[in-house]
């Protein structure tokens, strides 16, 4: 039994800790966020992507978007990546985020066969408001007084 084990883990675990990053990332609406995907010397000539989880048999992405093989940003819509080589990193920006944008995303570096990729969830937050005391620190609250309660 130990063998058939081993086998399995060899069969779906190839180039495990090739590529990493975070496994979930969270912003309010509005917000800009960036990500890394770092990846190994091997797989630094590959075409990487970032793109949204879809379907499962034909397709498992939506609206892929490859970076650049110059190493130039390329942007579609408020999405961009950006591979850089020389870092081993993949740097992807999520620009002035929506709550339609919450959901899993795979980033990913294309290969023949299988890619390599993981799952990213994006978590985004109604509104991007600070908290706001009327009032507050500026001597005028209710009841007179400073903040801080000094005498």
Known sequence: MRPLVLLWGCLVLPGYGVLVGPKEISGFEGDTLSLQCTYGEELKKHKKYWCREGGLLISRCSGTIYAEEDGQERTAGRVSVWDSPEELTLTVTLRN????DAGKYWCGVSRLGFDWSFLVSLRVLPGNT??????????DAEGGGSVGGGA
């Open 97 to 100: 985020l929506t709550l339609q």
């Open 130 to 139: 600070c908290l706001s005391f009327p009032g507050w620190g500026t001597g």
